[in-house]
């Protein structure tokens, strides 16, 4: 016979606790772990269940398995949140450079924490003798409470209607009202305000009555100061327990690269919270967020309850991304289970199927991210508060990349014996001449590529392991190579019906030409560039204006009966849609009949009516980003998106030119040049 021992370095097995002595530990276990009352029912049947059942079946196994759930879950456990502003901002600032409307959402919500947080628990005493007020006022502010005082039960109810108390110390016999009458009415007016019945004229009956109307303590006189700061205490801490804090739901949604799956990261790490990343993209089974009935094999919790289970907190962020990625098919709808998780009213009794027992997970910062809102069904959207990212300005891009993209890159390709100092203008060169985005992924690739390029230059014999330390614009032309974007507005010989117009898209504005042909015909208008059904109803409404008011700009009346008319948007194979294009049709038409080029450097969004009037679009923001992009000077805007306009950055409207206007006329002159 061979005996093998053990050594130390060799963990032991975990036992199963297959006899008496085993289940009696796991049901210390079960009271150790604090459960609330209706959880600690299920575990104490689950255990009784378990003291019947043969260990050999796998039964067994699976009730194990269920009641390590259970105590393991972080049912009361939380984090604190650090609620000081100062070193919040300086968290965001130091990871995010610009999204100030994001920063500021997050300071208001830790705004209203702070200040429920710091105010001290408000106390009402109510008395008529002169002397006990002043004295149980007394008492009380010693213990930092602010204290109210009220004469009799009238008085008490008026306060109460003003002002929110956390707890109310009244005496049982007064005039005009006595404390058992306040007792009920107060329990109407504010169900959530405790109160503590102090009386010199105890009885049992008066107490027993007091306690089944809602007293949360019965005292009578003389009373031990020790013995009622010790109930104000009990009945406070009582109340605190009952109303935790919420978390919000966000939903940051905005063009691919604006920063939004870090900036979740940075509220966690300001907040002082665990944080989770849990991708949604692709999910097609409901079962990964509710998890299965544990009567499967193999079933498990869902990935929202094994995510608190792994962090160990029941007040962490988590950040549902892609969460508009979601698919659906045979197996469920996974997007439905949002409607309950993202529900601040409902996801305090958040079942799983597996765990088969309500969680609270209203405490828990869900933090969803989405490109296109347009895929969530109405009623989530309605659950959640969207926050939108918007693209970088050209000012934003380089300060992003001088302050967080280089230092990184530099030290994870070995460029740091000294690090290269990128100057200012090399930065702008990779911006305008290498890149085209509203976010900054592709910004981080380039510069990427250029320190690529530098450690390789330093590993060539000749150099020695030498690199150049001062990176200027010359130079990132040459390691870089040919420019790859040129700006679309800098035509050198602009030619009637062709005009450039601003959309909006998944990926940010963007600039796209519009061009507009004339040839003989019967008068037909053709629309090619795989256009939605909203652009061709604003290309027939664009034609019908001129043609009702073809005199007023100096075109024969009848130019549409021995002609046909073609529009076209570059770049059939995408699809396009929406109503910004009216205004930019308009002009292309206009431009072609009279003969009257657009002028350098123009380009306008707005949709109008068939009287000729500017109607107000979406997306101007990223539509005026584009424009500076792509070289553009003046932008026609309609006036009824002045608040849009305003909101603008400073040197967003320093670089471009914005021209409002109310109907056609007043922007023929501004767009079109001079006719011949």
Not at 157 to 170: G, N, P, Q
Request: glycine fraction near 8%; aromatic fraction near 6%.
């Amino acid at each position: 016979m061979i005996f093998f021992r053990r050594t130390e370095e060799e963990p032991a097995a975990p036992q199963t606790p297959a006899d008496g002595k085993g289940l009696d530990d796991l049901r210390g276990r079960v009271r150790r772990a604090d459960l609330p009352e209706a959880v600690a029912t299920i575990a104490a049947k689950e255990l009784d269940r378990l003291e019947k059942t043969d260990p050999a079946v796998a039964e067994y196994s699976i009730g194990l398995n269920y009641l390590d759930l259970l105590c393991s879950l972080p049912w009361n456990t939380g984090t604190e949140d650090c609620l000081d502003f100062a070193s919040v901002e300086r968290t965001l600032s130091a990871s995010h450079f610009g999204l100030p409307h994001v920063k500021e959402r997050l300071l208001e919500y830790l705004a209203g924490r702070t200040l429920a947080a710091s105010a001290p628990p408000h106390v009402l005493v109510v008395d008529d003798e002169e002397i006990a007020r002043a004295n149980l006022e007394h008492v009380l502010k010693k213990e930092g409470y602010e204290v109210r005082t009220a004469a009799n039960g009238l008085e008490a109810l008026e306060l109460l209607r003003a002002w929110s108390f956390d707890l109310i110390v009244t005496d049982l016999k007064m005039d005009k009202m006595d404390g058992m009458t306040l007792l009920a009415e107060a329990g109407k007016l504010s169900p959530s305000t405790r109160i503590v019945i102090v009386t010199g004229y105890a009885t049992v009956n008066s107490a027993v009555q007091a306690m089944r109307t809602g007293a949360a303590q019965y005292l009578s006189k003389p009373i031990s100061l020790d013995e009622l700061r010790a109930a104000v205490r009990e009945a406070l801490a009582h109340k605190r327990t009952l109303a935790p804090a919420r978390g919000p739901v966000l939903c940051f949604t905005g063009p691919p690269g604006t920063g939004k799956t870090s900036i979740g990261m940075a509220i966690a790490q300001a907040l002082g919270r665990k944080f989770h990343r849990m991708s949604m993209a692709g999910m097609r089974d409901e079962a990964e967020l509710r998890g299965h009935r544990r009567t499967y094999v193999g079933a498990m919790p869902g990935k929202i309850i094994q995510a608190v289970r792994r962090l160990g907190v029941n007040n962490p962020v988590i950040m549902l991304d892609e969460i508009d990625k979601v698919g659906q098919d045979f197996r469920g709808d996974p997007g439905a289970v949002f409607l309950e998780v993202l529900d601040p009213e409902q996801n305090r009794q958040f079942t799983d199927l597996y765990l088969d027992a309500p969680f609270d997970l209203s405490r828990v910062m869900f933090i969803a991210t989405a490109n296109d809102l347009s895929r969530l069904d109405a009623p989530l959207q309605d659950r959640l508060e969207v926050v939108r990212f918007p693209g970088y300005t050209k000012a934003e891009k380089e300060q992003i990349a001088l302050r967080h993209m280089i230092p990184r890159q530099c030290a994870e390709h070995g460029l740091t014996h000294p690090y290269p100092a990128f100057a200012p203008e090399a930065v702008r060169t990779v911006i305008r001449d290498y890149t085209r985005e509203a976010g900054v992924r592709n910004l981080d690739r380039e510069i990427g590529s250029v320190c690529r390029k530098l450690a390789r230059l330093a590993l060539r014999e000749e150099n020695g392991g030498k690199y150049p330390a001062a990176i200027d614009a010359a130079l990132v032309a040459d390691l870089l190579g040919p420019r790859r974007f040129v700006h679309e507005s800098a035509r050198p010989a602009p030619r009637p019906g062709v005009v450039n117009g601003l959309v909006y898209s998944d990926a940010g504005g963007e600039i796209v030409l519009v061009e507009a042909a004339k040839m003989r015909g019967s008068g037909q208008l053709m629309l090619t560039g795989s256009l939605g059904e909203v652009l061709k109803e604003s290309a027939r409404t664009a034609l019908s204006y001129i043609r009702g008011n073809a005199e007023s700009f100096g075109l024969d009346p009848d130019f549409f009966a021995a002609q046909d008319l073609h529009i076209h948007i570059p770049a059939g194979a995408i699809p396009k849609d929406g109503p910004s294009a009216g205004m930019t049709i308009l002009m292309a038409l206009l431009s072609l009949l009279t003969g009257r080029p657009s002028k350098p450097g123009v380009a306008m969004t707005g949709e109008i009516s068939l009287s000729g009037v500017l109607l107000p679009v979406a997306g101007i923001r990223e539509k005026v980003l584009a424009a500076q992009r792509g070289g553009v000077t003046l932008v026609a805007l309609p006036a009824a998106n002045r608040p849009e306009a305003e909101l603008l950055e400073p040197d967003v409207r320093a670089a471009v030119k914005i021209v409002l206007a109310e109907d056609v006329p007043a922007l023929v002159d501004v767009v079109l040049e001079g006719k011949d």
